[in-house]
């Protein structure tokens, strides 16, 4: 069965440091997600990709983050100067179509630790 | 505004016993319902979902969730809990009016003791 694939498992930085979170989307499908979750919080929406722009975006999704498609293939999220606060589990989702009767599939998760 | 809540944090049950884990959702409309397995290091797997029709669905692993749209609940059970069900359980709601995007509940992070 195709999977939403992401990389790296774990990531480590430094406050201040970019970072570049990637995800490889299931292949034939049309929308992109990003959503994270902080330790012991919910899952939060940061930011939904269509036809190479930004569909819509959350209030976390500062100037800070970026999202990119830079090949048919991949889908990187991008934040500039990581915060302590940007600690957290950061989850790719890929859907077929736009109406909610498409199931999200998810990858495993990025953790992202920002020391 | 438009919002998911899982009432209970930590639930705890005996293998063998039944489980339900609640969820209450507040949108204008019925939204889309689903139920998400996170199994620890792992990402989010579909159970099961509704969109319309019959308001009992069957899902993945045995489980099952009733829609009720009088309590604006949709709430998940299983008749015989296993000590690989436990887990973190979110359930989550989609409305196409309210955004392309899921909104999730807090989570009920399932024990099983043997």
């Known amino acids: 069965e195709p999977e939403v694939t992401q990389t790296p498992s774990h990531q480590v930085t430094q406050m201040g440091q970019e970072v570049i979170l990637r995800c490889v989307p299931i292949s034939n499908h049309l929308y992109f997600y990003w959503y994270r979750q902080i330790l012991g919080q919910k899952v939060e929406f940061l930011v939904s990709?269509?036809?190479?722009?930004?569909?819509?975006k959350s209030e976390i999704f500062d100037d800070q983050f970026s999202v990119e498609r830079p090949d048919g293939s991949n889908f990187t999220l991008k934040i500039r100067s990581t915060k302590l606060e940007d600690s957290a589990m950061y989850f790719c989702?890929?859907?077929?179509?736009?109406?909610?009767?498409?199931?999200?599939?998810f990858g495993p998760g990025t953790r992202l630790t920002v020391t | 505004a438009q919002s998911v809540t899982q009432p209970d944090i930590h639930i705890t049950v005996s293998e063998g016993a039944s489980l339900e884990l609640r969820c209450n959702y507040s949108y204008g409309a019925t939204p889309y319902l689903f139920w998400y397995v996170q199994s620890p290091g792992q990402g989010l797997q579909l159970l099961l979902k509704y969109f319309s029709g019959d308001t009992l669905v069957q899902g993945i692993k045995g489980f099952e969730a009733e829609f009720k749209r009088s309590q604006s609940s949709f709430n998940l059970r299983k008749p015989s809990v296993h000590w690989s069900d436990a887990a973190e359980y979110f359930c989550a709601a989609y409305d196409n009016n309210a955004g392309n995007m899921l909104t999730f509940g807090g989570g009920t992070r399932l024990m099983v003791k043997p």
């Open positions: 990709f269509y036809n190479n722009e930004i569909s819509e």
């Open positions: 989702a890929s859907v077929r179509g736009t109406s909610g009767t498409y199931e999200q599939y």
